[in-house]
DNA sequence: CGATATATGGGTCTGTCGGCCTATTGGCAC
DNA sequence: GTGCCAATAGGCCGACAGACCCATATATCG
Protein backbone atom coordinates (compact mmCIF):
# COMPACT_ATOMS: atom_id res chain seq x y z
CA UNK A 1 0.00 0.00 0.00
CA UNK A 2 1.70 3.55 -0.92
CA UNK A 3 0.85 5.92 1.52
CA UNK A 4 0.71 9.59 0.60
CA UNK A 5 0.24 12.96 1.29
CA UNK A 6 -1.77 15.49 -0.77
CA UNK A 7 -1.09 19.57 -0.72
CA UNK A 8 -3.15 22.02 -2.54
CA UNK A 9 -4.69 25.17 -1.28
CA UNK A 10 -7.80 24.64 -3.69
CA UNK A 11 -10.01 22.29 -1.74
CA UNK A 12 -12.10 21.15 -4.46
CA UNK A 13 -9.34 19.35 -6.00
CA UNK A 14 -7.79 18.49 -2.64
CA UNK A 15 -10.84 16.62 -1.58
CA UNK A 16 -11.52 15.05 -5.20
CA UNK A 17 -7.91 14.01 -5.77
CA UNK A 18 -7.59 12.45 -2.47
CA UNK A 19 -11.27 10.82 -2.76
CA UNK A 20 -10.11 9.16 -6.28
CA UNK A 21 -6.65 7.89 -4.95
CA UNK A 22 -7.79 6.50 -2.27
CA UNK A 23 -10.48 4.29 -4.39
CA UNK A 24 -7.50 3.01 -5.70
CA UNK A 25 -6.28 -0.54 -4.56
CA UNK A 26 -3.34 0.06 -3.53
CA UNK A 27 -2.85 4.12 -2.89
CA UNK A 28 -3.88 5.23 0.80
CA UNK A 29 -4.25 9.04 1.02
CA UNK A 30 -3.01 9.25 5.09
CA UNK A 31 -3.40 12.93 5.11
CA UNK A 32 -3.60 16.20 3.08
CA UNK A 33 -2.66 19.94 3.73
CA UNK A 34 -3.84 23.24 2.39
CA UNK A 35 -0.57 25.09 2.94
CA UNK A 36 3.17 24.24 2.97
CA UNK A 37 3.43 24.83 7.01
CA UNK A 38 0.40 22.06 7.30
CA UNK A 39 2.17 19.68 4.66
CA UNK A 40 5.74 20.03 6.19
CA UNK A 41 3.53 18.97 9.71
CA UNK A 42 1.65 16.26 7.67
CA UNK A 43 4.87 14.60 6.25
CA UNK A 44 6.70 14.71 9.76
CA UNK A 45 3.68 12.86 11.58
CA UNK A 46 2.69 10.50 9.08
CA UNK A 47 5.77 9.19 7.36
CA UNK A 48 4.04 8.96 3.69
CA UNK A 49 5.66 7.16 0.62
CA UNK A 50 4.90 10.02 -1.49
CA UNK A 51 4.34 13.16 -2.01
CA UNK A 52 1.67 15.50 -3.98
CA UNK A 53 2.47 18.60 -3.90
CA UNK A 54 1.06 21.92 -5.67
CA UNK A 55 3.29 24.37 -6.50
CA UNK A 56 0.80 27.50 -6.33
CA UNK A 57 0.02 27.92 -2.24
CA UNK A 58 0.07 30.63 0.03
CA UNK A 59 2.92 31.28 2.81
CA UNK A 60 5.04 28.74 1.86
CA UNK A 61 4.45 26.90 -1.61
CA UNK A 62 4.95 23.81 -2.87
CA UNK A 63 8.63 24.11 -4.36
CA UNK A 64 9.77 25.78 -0.84
CA UNK A 65 8.04 23.18 1.09
CA UNK A 66 9.98 20.14 -0.72
CA UNK A 67 13.49 22.45 -0.47
CA UNK A 68 12.84 22.38 3.27
CA UNK A 69 12.25 18.44 2.77
CA UNK A 70 15.19 17.83 1.42
CA UNK A 71 14.14 14.89 -0.93
CA UNK A 72 13.22 13.02 1.98
CA UNK A 73 9.81 11.36 0.35
CA UNK A 74 9.69 11.50 -2.84
CA UNK A 75 7.47 13.78 -4.63
CA UNK A 76 5.12 14.08 -7.25
CA UNK A 77 4.75 18.13 -7.79
CA UNK A 78 1.69 19.38 -9.66
CA UNK A 79 0.94 22.48 -11.32
CA UNK A 80 -1.99 24.63 -13.18
CA UNK A 81 1.15 26.73 -15.30
CA UNK A 82 3.27 23.52 -16.72
CA UNK A 83 6.28 25.51 -18.20
CA UNK A 84 9.87 24.82 -18.53
CA UNK A 85 10.25 27.76 -15.76
CA UNK A 86 8.11 25.90 -13.22
CA UNK A 87 9.99 22.33 -14.37
CA UNK A 88 13.25 24.11 -13.65
CA UNK A 89 11.95 24.63 -10.14
CA UNK A 90 10.65 21.53 -9.23
CA UNK A 91 13.70 19.95 -10.31
CA UNK A 92 15.67 21.99 -8.03
CA UNK A 93 13.71 20.94 -5.09
CA UNK A 94 14.08 17.67 -5.76
CA UNK A 95 10.32 16.47 -7.23
CA UNK A 96 10.82 13.26 -8.82
CA UNK A 97 8.05 13.79 -10.69
CA UNK A 98 6.23 16.89 -12.36
CA UNK A 99 2.39 16.45 -14.01
CA UNK A 100 0.08 19.56 -15.13
CA UNK A 101 -3.51 19.93 -13.39
CA UNK A 102 -4.28 18.93 -17.37
CA UNK A 103 -3.24 15.91 -16.92
CA UNK A 104 -5.35 12.66 -16.85
CA UNK A 105 -6.28 10.88 -13.57
CA UNK A 106 -4.64 7.45 -14.64
CA UNK A 107 -1.13 9.72 -15.11
CA UNK A 108 -1.62 10.64 -12.04
CA UNK A 109 -1.80 7.32 -10.50
CA UNK A 110 1.01 6.09 -12.69
CA UNK A 111 2.91 8.54 -11.53
CA UNK A 112 2.41 8.21 -7.87
CA UNK A 113 3.36 4.32 -8.14
CA UNK A 114 6.21 5.16 -10.47
CA UNK A 115 8.06 7.48 -8.10
CA UNK A 116 6.93 5.10 -5.41
CA UNK A 117 9.12 2.51 -7.10
CA UNK A 118 12.36 4.59 -6.95
CA UNK A 119 11.92 6.27 -10.24
CA UNK A 120 12.92 9.39 -11.42
CA UNK A 121 10.15 10.86 -13.64
CA UNK A 122 12.18 14.39 -14.56
CA UNK A 123 15.15 12.34 -16.17
CA UNK A 124 13.07 10.59 -18.31
CA UNK A 125 12.55 11.79 -21.95
CA UNK A 126 9.66 9.10 -22.67
CA UNK A 127 7.33 10.22 -19.88
CA UNK A 128 4.13 8.29 -21.76
CA UNK A 129 5.78 4.94 -21.64
CA UNK A 130 7.40 5.01 -18.33
CA UNK A 131 3.98 5.86 -16.78
CA UNK A 132 2.15 2.96 -19.52
CA UNK A 133 4.42 0.37 -16.96
CA UNK A 134 2.91 1.59 -13.87
CA UNK A 135 -1.10 1.83 -15.18
CA UNK A 136 -2.00 -1.51 -13.47
CA UNK A 137 -2.32 -1.27 -9.96
CA UNK A 138 0.07 -2.76 -7.99
CA UNK A 139 -2.24 -5.98 -6.41
CA UNK A 140 -1.88 -7.88 -3.38
CA UNK A 141 -0.70 -11.47 -4.04
CA UNK A 142 -3.91 -13.03 -3.83
CA UNK A 143 -5.87 -10.44 -5.64
CA UNK A 144 -3.00 -10.73 -8.60
CA UNK A 145 -3.64 -14.34 -8.91
CA UNK A 146 -7.08 -13.96 -9.60
CA UNK A 147 -8.10 -15.30 -13.25
CA UNK A 148 -10.24 -13.60 -15.91
CA UNK A 149 -13.09 -16.09 -15.02
CA UNK A 150 -12.73 -15.23 -11.44
CA UNK A 151 -12.28 -11.39 -12.24
CA UNK A 152 -16.11 -11.68 -13.82
CA UNK A 153 -17.74 -13.54 -10.85
CA UNK A 154 -16.49 -10.89 -8.72
CA UNK A 155 -17.67 -8.13 -11.03
CA UNK A 156 -21.35 -9.16 -10.99
CA UNK A 157 -21.09 -9.77 -7.35
CA UNK A 158 -20.38 -6.19 -6.94
CA UNK A 159 -23.49 -5.76 -9.26
CA UNK A 160 -25.60 -7.16 -6.75
CA UNK A 161 -25.66 -10.44 -8.36
CA UNK A 162 -25.18 -12.87 -5.54
CA UNK A 163 -26.70 -16.28 -5.90
CA UNK A 164 -25.29 -19.00 -7.47
CA UNK A 165 -28.72 -19.02 -9.88
CA UNK A 166 -27.96 -15.97 -11.06
CA UNK A 167 -24.46 -16.05 -11.16
CA UNK A 168 -24.32 -19.42 -13.91
CA UNK A 169 -27.21 -17.49 -16.11
CA UNK A 170 -25.21 -14.58 -16.43
CA UNK A 171 -21.86 -16.08 -16.95
CA UNK A 172 -23.62 -18.82 -19.19
CA UNK A 173 -21.99 -21.86 -16.78
CA UNK A 174 -23.34 -24.32 -14.33
CA UNK A 175 -24.04 -23.46 -10.73
CA UNK A 176 -21.54 -25.96 -10.09
CA UNK A 177 -18.85 -23.88 -11.86
CA UNK A 178 -19.80 -20.61 -10.30
CA UNK A 179 -19.32 -22.36 -6.59
CA UNK A 180 -15.58 -23.56 -8.42
CA UNK A 181 -15.04 -20.13 -8.72
CA UNK A 182 -16.16 -19.14 -6.03
CA UNK A 183 -14.17 -21.26 -4.13
CA UNK A 184 -10.68 -20.67 -5.68
CA UNK A 185 -12.12 -16.46 -5.13
CA UNK A 186 -12.02 -17.49 -1.10
CA UNK A 187 -8.55 -18.77 -1.15
CA UNK A 188 -6.94 -16.20 -3.10
CA UNK A 189 -8.15 -13.77 -0.96
CA UNK A 190 -7.97 -15.48 2.13
CA UNK A 191 -11.87 -15.03 2.72
CA UNK A 192 -14.74 -17.18 3.03
CA UNK A 193 -18.43 -16.04 1.59
CA UNK A 194 -19.56 -13.81 -1.02
CA UNK A 195 -20.38 -10.99 1.17
CA UNK A 196 -16.68 -10.59 1.68
CA UNK A 197 -15.92 -11.36 -1.79
CA UNK A 198 -18.25 -8.42 -2.64
CA UNK A 199 -16.45 -6.20 -0.26
CA UNK A 200 -13.06 -6.71 -2.21
CA UNK A 201 -14.67 -6.36 -5.54
CA UNK A 202 -15.37 -3.37 -4.64
CA UNK A 203 -12.15 -2.40 -3.04
CA UNK A 204 -10.13 -3.44 -6.23
CA UNK A 205 -12.26 -1.47 -8.73
CA UNK A 206 -13.65 -4.17 -10.42
CA UNK A 207 -17.63 -2.82 -10.08
CA UNK A 208 -16.93 -0.78 -13.23
CA UNK A 209 -15.58 -2.28 -16.37
CA UNK A 210 -12.23 -0.80 -16.83
CA UNK B 1 -30.76 10.66 -8.48
CA UNK B 2 -29.34 13.96 -9.91
CA UNK B 3 -27.83 13.75 -13.29
CA UNK B 4 -24.89 16.00 -13.19
CA UNK B 5 -22.47 17.12 -16.45
CA UNK B 6 -19.53 18.38 -15.21
CA UNK B 7 -17.27 20.72 -17.00
CA UNK B 8 -13.76 21.92 -16.39
CA UNK B 9 -10.20 21.85 -18.46
CA UNK B 10 -8.11 20.77 -15.69
CA UNK B 11 -8.53 16.92 -16.00
CA UNK B 12 -7.24 16.09 -12.48
CA UNK B 13 -10.44 18.52 -10.84
CA UNK B 14 -12.28 17.35 -13.62
CA UNK B 15 -11.92 13.36 -12.96
CA UNK B 16 -11.22 14.01 -9.37
CA UNK B 17 -14.51 15.58 -8.73
CA UNK B 18 -16.24 13.22 -11.25
CA UNK B 19 -15.76 10.00 -8.90
CA UNK B 20 -15.56 12.18 -5.69
CA UNK B 21 -19.77 13.45 -6.48
CA UNK B 22 -20.31 9.67 -8.55
CA UNK B 23 -18.98 8.14 -5.51
CA UNK B 24 -22.34 10.04 -3.20
CA UNK B 25 -25.76 7.37 -3.62
CA UNK B 26 -27.76 10.14 -4.96
CA UNK B 27 -25.58 12.13 -7.10
CA UNK B 28 -24.77 10.20 -11.05
CA UNK B 29 -22.01 12.00 -12.93
CA UNK B 30 -23.32 11.29 -16.70
CA UNK B 31 -21.19 13.23 -18.75
CA UNK B 32 -17.85 15.00 -18.20
CA UNK B 33 -16.36 17.80 -20.83
CA UNK B 34 -12.96 19.78 -21.37
CA UNK B 35 -14.03 22.70 -22.83
CA UNK B 36 -17.56 24.74 -23.92
CA UNK B 37 -18.96 23.25 -26.70
CA UNK B 38 -18.20 19.50 -25.41
CA UNK B 39 -20.00 21.04 -22.53
CA UNK B 40 -22.91 22.03 -24.88
CA UNK B 41 -23.20 18.81 -26.82
CA UNK B 42 -23.05 16.49 -23.82
CA UNK B 43 -25.83 18.42 -22.34
CA UNK B 44 -27.95 18.16 -25.67
CA UNK B 45 -27.16 14.36 -25.39
CA UNK B 46 -27.51 13.53 -21.99
CA UNK B 47 -30.17 16.13 -20.60
CA UNK B 48 -29.11 16.11 -16.97
CA UNK B 49 -30.56 17.84 -13.88
CA UNK B 50 -27.49 19.95 -12.83
CA UNK B 51 -24.06 21.24 -14.61
CA UNK B 52 -20.95 22.08 -12.76
CA UNK B 53 -19.24 24.61 -14.85
CA UNK B 54 -15.49 26.13 -14.24
CA UNK B 55 -15.14 29.80 -15.50
CA UNK B 56 -11.69 29.34 -16.95
CA UNK B 57 -11.94 27.14 -19.81
CA UNK B 58 -10.52 27.85 -23.77
CA UNK B 59 -12.65 28.67 -26.60
CA UNK B 60 -16.07 28.95 -25.07
CA UNK B 61 -15.95 29.84 -21.60
CA UNK B 62 -18.19 28.79 -18.86
CA UNK B 63 -20.06 31.63 -18.92
CA UNK B 64 -20.81 31.98 -22.57
CA UNK B 65 -21.61 28.64 -22.32
CA UNK B 66 -24.12 29.10 -19.63
CA UNK B 67 -25.93 31.89 -21.76
CA UNK B 68 -26.13 29.82 -24.91
CA UNK B 69 -28.09 27.27 -22.61
CA UNK B 70 -30.43 30.03 -21.47
CA UNK B 71 -30.29 28.60 -18.07
CA UNK B 72 -32.20 25.62 -19.09
CA UNK B 73 -30.48 22.98 -16.91
CA UNK B 74 -29.71 24.29 -13.34
CA UNK B 75 -26.16 25.20 -13.25
CA UNK B 76 -23.69 25.97 -10.08
CA UNK B 77 -20.70 27.69 -11.65
CA UNK B 78 -16.92 27.13 -10.24
CA UNK B 79 -14.36 29.41 -10.23
CA UNK B 80 -10.65 29.84 -9.05
CA UNK B 81 -10.85 33.56 -8.40
CA UNK B 82 -14.49 33.95 -6.60
CA UNK B 83 -14.00 37.70 -7.04
CA UNK B 84 -17.18 39.90 -7.64
CA UNK B 85 -16.60 40.41 -10.91
CA UNK B 86 -17.07 36.87 -11.57
CA UNK B 87 -19.76 36.32 -9.16
CA UNK B 88 -21.61 39.25 -11.72
CA UNK B 89 -20.61 37.26 -14.71
CA UNK B 90 -22.02 34.43 -13.08
CA UNK B 91 -25.62 36.16 -12.30
CA UNK B 92 -25.52 37.76 -15.54
CA UNK B 93 -25.40 33.86 -17.61
CA UNK B 94 -28.46 32.60 -15.34
CA UNK B 95 -26.54 30.53 -13.01
CA UNK B 96 -27.69 29.02 -9.59
CA UNK B 97 -24.48 28.46 -7.20
CA UNK B 98 -21.47 30.15 -7.16
CA UNK B 99 -18.75 28.65 -5.52
CA UNK B 100 -14.61 28.92 -5.37
CA UNK B 101 -12.59 25.90 -5.80
CA UNK B 102 -11.27 26.59 -2.26
CA UNK B 103 -14.80 25.35 -1.14
CA UNK B 104 -15.01 22.37 0.73
CA UNK B 105 -16.31 18.85 -1.30
CA UNK B 106 -19.43 18.63 0.97
CA UNK B 107 -20.46 22.02 0.17
CA UNK B 108 -20.00 21.59 -3.82
CA UNK B 109 -22.76 18.35 -2.82
CA UNK B 110 -24.70 20.59 -1.03
CA UNK B 111 -25.23 23.24 -3.72
CA UNK B 112 -26.04 20.73 -6.41
CA UNK B 113 -28.41 19.17 -4.16
CA UNK B 114 -29.62 22.61 -3.71
CA UNK B 115 -30.07 23.71 -7.39
CA UNK B 116 -31.33 20.48 -8.68
CA UNK B 117 -34.36 21.08 -5.72
CA UNK B 118 -34.91 24.58 -7.55
CA UNK B 119 -33.24 26.25 -5.13
CA UNK B 120 -31.41 29.79 -6.35
CA UNK B 121 -28.38 30.08 -4.24
CA UNK B 122 -27.37 33.51 -6.14
CA UNK B 123 -30.30 35.35 -3.96
CA UNK B 124 -29.89 33.95 -0.66
CA UNK B 125 -27.43 36.00 1.70
CA UNK B 126 -26.58 33.19 4.30
CA UNK B 127 -25.49 30.31 2.16
CA UNK B 128 -24.09 28.55 4.64
CA UNK B 129 -26.98 27.94 6.26
CA UNK B 130 -28.98 26.81 2.78
CA UNK B 131 -25.86 24.72 2.21
CA UNK B 132 -26.58 23.13 5.59
CA UNK B 133 -29.99 22.13 4.64
CA UNK B 134 -28.61 19.83 2.01
CA UNK B 135 -25.58 18.49 3.91
CA UNK B 136 -27.03 15.01 3.84
CA UNK B 137 -27.59 12.86 0.41
CA UNK B 138 -31.35 12.36 -0.76
CA UNK B 139 -31.42 8.38 -0.11
CA UNK B 140 -34.31 6.46 -1.50
CA UNK B 141 -37.46 5.90 0.73
CA UNK B 142 -35.59 2.41 1.80
CA UNK B 143 -32.34 3.96 2.60
CA UNK B 144 -33.66 6.74 4.78
CA UNK B 145 -35.69 4.51 6.74
CA UNK B 146 -32.60 2.12 8.18
CA UNK B 147 -32.43 2.64 11.98
CA UNK B 148 -29.64 3.40 13.81
CA UNK B 149 -28.23 0.02 14.92
CA UNK B 150 -29.30 -1.41 11.08
CA UNK B 151 -26.71 1.02 9.75
CA UNK B 152 -23.83 -0.13 12.57
CA UNK B 153 -24.83 -4.05 10.78
CA UNK B 154 -24.16 -2.63 7.61
CA UNK B 155 -21.05 -1.19 8.36
CA UNK B 156 -19.76 -4.16 9.34
CA UNK B 157 -20.81 -6.13 6.80
CA UNK B 158 -18.47 -3.47 4.14
CA UNK B 159 -15.54 -3.69 6.71
CA UNK B 160 -15.76 -7.80 5.80
CA UNK B 161 -17.70 -9.40 8.55
CA UNK B 162 -20.12 -11.54 7.74
CA UNK B 163 -20.83 -14.07 9.87
CA UNK B 164 -23.44 -13.67 12.27
CA UNK B 165 -21.63 -15.35 15.25
CA UNK B 166 -18.62 -12.29 14.64
CA UNK B 167 -21.52 -9.77 14.01
CA UNK B 168 -23.24 -10.50 17.08
CA UNK B 169 -19.46 -10.33 18.85
CA UNK B 170 -19.09 -7.18 17.56
CA UNK B 171 -22.19 -6.01 18.72
CA UNK B 172 -22.71 -7.47 21.73
CA UNK B 173 -25.98 -9.19 21.30
CA UNK B 174 -27.15 -12.39 20.00
CA UNK B 175 -27.10 -14.17 16.96
CA UNK B 176 -30.91 -14.22 16.67
CA UNK B 177 -30.81 -10.73 16.73
CA UNK B 178 -28.54 -9.97 14.34
CA UNK B 179 -30.34 -12.14 11.72
CA UNK B 180 -33.63 -10.27 13.07
CA UNK B 181 -31.59 -6.56 11.86
CA UNK B 182 -30.27 -8.27 8.88
CA UNK B 183 -33.88 -9.63 8.16
CA UNK B 184 -35.28 -5.80 8.27
CA UNK B 185 -32.58 -4.01 6.25
CA UNK B 186 -33.72 -6.74 3.58
CA UNK B 187 -36.48 -5.47 3.34
CA UNK B 188 -36.11 -1.77 3.79
CA UNK B 189 -33.67 -2.07 0.54
CA UNK B 190 -35.44 -4.73 -1.47
CA UNK B 191 -32.52 -7.23 -1.21
CA UNK B 192 -31.76 -10.73 -0.41
CA UNK B 193 -29.17 -11.53 1.18
CA UNK B 194 -25.53 -10.11 3.18
CA UNK B 195 -23.51 -9.85 -0.19
CA UNK B 196 -26.18 -7.60 -1.73
CA UNK B 197 -26.15 -5.83 1.97
CA UNK B 198 -22.47 -5.30 1.02
CA UNK B 199 -22.79 -3.74 -1.97
CA UNK B 200 -25.27 -1.01 -0.96
CA UNK B 201 -23.31 -0.44 2.66
CA UNK B 202 -20.68 0.83 0.35
CA UNK B 203 -23.06 2.48 -1.97
CA UNK B 204 -24.15 4.45 0.72
CA UNK B 205 -20.71 5.56 2.34
CA UNK B 206 -21.06 3.77 5.20
CA UNK B 207 -18.00 1.66 5.23
CA UNK B 208 -15.88 5.02 6.45
CA UNK B 209 -17.96 6.44 9.70
CA UNK B 210 -19.38 10.26 8.82
C1' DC C 1 -52.96 6.62 27.97
C1' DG C 2 -52.58 4.10 23.85
C1' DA C 3 -50.18 3.51 19.49
C1' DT C 4 -46.05 2.94 17.16
C1' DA C 5 -41.13 2.12 16.58
C1' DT C 6 -36.83 0.15 18.10
C1' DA C 7 -33.96 -3.24 20.07
C1' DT C 8 -33.70 -7.32 22.04
C1' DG C 9 -34.54 -12.47 22.15
C1' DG C 10 -36.57 -17.20 20.86
C1' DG C 11 -38.03 -21.37 17.73
C1' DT C 12 -38.44 -23.90 13.39
C1' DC C 13 -37.66 -25.20 8.80
C1' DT C 14 -36.08 -25.25 4.21
C1' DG C 15 -32.75 -23.98 1.05
C1' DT C 16 -28.44 -22.66 -0.04
C1' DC C 17 -23.76 -22.01 0.75
C1' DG C 18 -19.11 -23.47 1.39
C1' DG C 19 -15.64 -27.45 1.96
C1' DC C 20 -13.82 -31.44 -0.06
C1' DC C 21 -13.02 -34.76 -3.69
C1' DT C 22 -12.98 -36.13 -8.45
C1' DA C 23 -13.02 -35.59 -13.61
C1' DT C 24 -12.65 -33.88 -18.52
C1' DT C 25 -11.20 -30.60 -21.92
C1' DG C 26 -8.18 -27.24 -24.07
C1' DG C 27 -4.27 -24.25 -24.13
C1' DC C 28 0.46 -23.13 -23.24
C1' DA C 29 5.25 -23.94 -21.88
C1' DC C 30 9.38 -26.36 -21.50
C1' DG D 1 4.86 -35.02 -25.26
C1' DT D 2 4.50 -34.29 -20.60
C1' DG D 3 3.05 -31.39 -17.29
C1' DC D 4 0.57 -27.39 -15.52
C1' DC D 5 -3.31 -24.39 -15.24
C1' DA D 6 -7.86 -22.49 -16.43
C1' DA D 7 -12.52 -23.54 -17.16
C1' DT D 8 -15.93 -26.58 -17.17
C1' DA D 9 -18.98 -30.01 -14.38
C1' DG D 10 -20.60 -33.39 -10.95
C1' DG D 11 -21.48 -35.53 -6.03
C1' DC D 12 -21.77 -35.27 -1.09
C1' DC D 13 -22.55 -33.26 3.33
C1' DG D 14 -22.65 -30.37 7.31
C1' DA D 15 -23.39 -25.86 8.68
C1' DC D 16 -25.34 -21.67 8.20
C1' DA D 17 -28.46 -18.28 6.19
C1' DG D 18 -32.90 -16.48 5.28
C1' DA D 19 -38.17 -16.66 5.79
C1' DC D 20 -41.82 -16.82 8.85
C1' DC D 21 -43.75 -17.27 13.23
C1' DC D 22 -43.56 -15.22 17.83
C1' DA D 23 -42.59 -12.36 22.60
C1' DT D 24 -40.86 -8.56 25.67
C1' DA D 25 -38.99 -4.07 27.24
C1' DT D 26 -38.26 0.62 26.35
C1' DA D 27 -39.07 4.94 24.41
C1' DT D 28 -41.25 8.36 21.81
C1' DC D 29 -45.20 10.65 20.06
C1' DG D 30 -49.70 12.33 19.64
Known amino acids: MIRVVIADDHRLL ?21 D ?8 RTTSPDVLLVDIE ?10 RRLGGAPPAVVVTMHAGEDQRRRAIEADARGFLSKSSPLPDL ?17 DLGSVLDHHR ?16 EVL ?4 A ?4 TDELADRLFISGKTVK ?4 SIYEKLAITDRAQAAVEAIRLGLHHPD
Open 155 to 158: RLLA
Open 57 to 66: MPDIDGIEAL
Open 36 to 43: GASLLEQV
Open 14 to 34: LEGLSQALDSLPDISVVATAE
Open 160 to 163: GVTS
Open 109 to 125: AAAVRAVAAGENLMDVD
Open 180 to 183: NHLA
Open 136 to 151: QPVLDEGAAALTERER
